[in-house]
């Protein structure tokens, strides 16, 4: 009889705990909170704009490495191809993580930009490439800096976070070449 009544408290005192009882709502607060699994479009957008920036900017650094005439594009050309090569490494995994669809090409204008570096020689090339990366290296810095204050994934906020000294440092060695 003691064994029977221990047991039905130990039963009851289970049954009240919260997750336990069969009629106690499970507790979700935990999932609802964890806003990695639910990426913002802010955040998509971003991992998509940085991706295609990434694959365009690999390009034109190994254009400049191949073509550039002076040392300072063709060690930029380097400096892109290593740096956005490690940047879009951990933009594609942390996508995968959080099932973002990422581009498999640049865009439509990025496409064109590498088109017209193929083409251009010389000083002319040296000049297109400095130029159109300063653009892209502004514009991507822009976007980032958005990402950092607006974006709700910490995954991705983190990331941006840690692109952003990449992305100054490449613009302020654009700048400085330009002036050369």
């Known amino acids: 009889m003691r064994t029977r009544l221990t047991l039905s408290l130990a039963v009851a005192a289970l049954a ?25 479009e802010q955040d998509k957008t971003w ?12 390009q034109a650094g190994r254009l400049a490495e191949g073509k550039g005439t002076t040392k300072p594009v063709k060690a930029i050309g380097k400096m892109l191809v290593k740096d956005h090569t ?4 951990k933009v594609t995994q942390t996508a995968t993580q959080l099932g ?7 865009s439509a204008d990025q496409r064109a930009e590498l088109i017209r570096l ?5 000083r002319d090339f040296d000049q297109d490439f400095l130029s159109g990366m300063v653009k892209a290296h502004t514009e991507a810095l822009a976007a ?5 204050s607006n974006g709700s994934s910490q995954a991705v906020v983190a990331l941006a976070k840690a692109a952003a000294p990449s992305l100054q440092e490449h613009l302020t060695a654009l700048r400085k070449a330009q002036g050369d």
């Open 100 to 106: 973002i669809q990422l581009p498999t090409s640049p």
């Open 144 to 148: 980032t800096r958005a990402e950092i």
């Open 118 to 122: 193929q083409n251009a020689t010389g």
């Open 16 to 40: 009240s705990l919260p997750g336990c009882g069969g009629g106690a709502a499970p507790n979700t607060a935990a999932v609802v909170a964890r806003t990695d699994t639910q990426p913002s």
């Open 47 to 58: 991992m998509r704009t940085i991706h295609q920036g990434n694959m365009t900017e690999v």
């Open 86 to 89: 490690k940047l879009d490494t």
